[in-house]
Each structure stands twice: as structure tokens, then as C-alpha cells.
């Protein structure tokens, strides 16, 4: 079982930054999909970005550029580096984690991101 704690949510204005984390303990997976997603009420769950254990990053259109997904050394912690912030931004932000082959589980508590304009 592996547990996944995000934060680093808060309030920011509009162009701003935020560095979100999510620290994984418990089981280990020599190979792997960490995720980030994030979700407003009444709408579904968005995929934002995911990097690889090996490093490989991919991200949504709608933060390519201006958002950029990084690992430590020892793949413990996720970063979300999120910059040039817009108040569609705002929703509650998840990490997950992909064992190789299988979809993406053990979604975290969530924390929240709130871009004022």
C-alpha cells in the first residue's frame, strides 16, 4: 500500500506561483507513474501532469509551459511547480501513483489552490 500527502495548496493572485508536493511512504515500485490531477466541484477529475521513474515528464495542454512536474533524488517527493497562475487554475489538486501497467491509484487528500484575479 503506498500513501500519498499533498501540500503546498493555498491562495494566490492571478500570475503567481505555487509549489505543490506529494510525499509518497509505503511500498515502493522500481517503476512508476506519479500523476497530478485536480478537480472542481460538479466537474470531473482533470489530469494535469505525470512524470516517470525514469524522469520523462508529460503534461495537460492547458498548463504545458507554465506549469513543470520534478522529482527528488530518491522519487519520495513530487514537486508541481506552478507559475503564471490563471483563476481557472483554482481546484483542488491530487497526486496518484501508476505502477507500471496499472491506472493510477492511492489519490491523496488533496489540497487546495485558489488563484484570485
Same mark, same amino acid.
Given at each position: 500500500?503506498?500513501?500519498?500527502?499533498?501540500?503546498?495548496?493555498?491562495?494566490?493572485?492571478?500570475?503567481?506561483?505555487?509549489?505543490? @508536493?506529494?510525499?509518497?511512504?509505503?511500498?515502493?515500485?522500481?517503476?512508476?507513474?506519479?500523476?497530478?490531477?485536480?478537480?472542481?466541484?460538479?466537474?470531473?477529475?482533470?489530469?494535469?501532469?505525470?512524470?516517470?521513474?525514469?524522469?520523462? @515528464?508529460?503534461?495537460?495542454? @492547458?498548463?504545458?509551459?507554465?506549469?513543470?512536474?520534478?522529482? *527528488?533524488?530518491?522519487?519520495?517527493?513530487?514537486?508541481?511547480?506552478?507559475?503564471?497562475?490563471?483563476?481557472? *487554475?483554482?481546484?483542488?489538486?491530487?497526486?496518484?501513483?501508476?505502477?507500471?501497467?496499472? *491506472?493510477?491509484? @492511492?489519490?491523496?487528500?488533496?489540497?487546495?489552490?485558489?488563484?484570485?484575479?
Amino acid at each position: 500500500q503506498v500513501q500519498l500527502v499533498e501540500s503546498g495548496g493555498g491562495l494566490v493572485q492571478a500570475g503567481g506561483s505555487l509549489r505543490l @508536493s506529494c510525499a509518497a511512504s509505503g511500498r515502493t515500485f522500481s517503476r512508476y507513474v506519479m500523476g497530478w490531477f485536480r478537480q472542481v466541484p460538479g466537474k470531473e477529475r482533470e489530469f494535469v501532469g505525470a512524470i516517470g521513474s525514469r524522469g520523462t @515528464s508529460t503534461y495537460a495542454a @492547458s498548463v504545458k509551459g507554465r506549469f513543470t512536474i520534478s522529482s *527528488d533524488n530518491a522519487g519520495n517527493t513530487v514537486y508541481l511547480q506552478m507559475n503564471s497562475l490563471k483563476p481557472e *487554475d483554482t481546484a483542488v489538486y491530487y497526486c496518484a501513483i501508476a505502477p507500471s501497467g496499472e *491506472d493510477f491509484r @492511492s489519490f491523496g487528500q488533496g489540497t487546495q489552490v485558489t488563484v484570485s484575479s
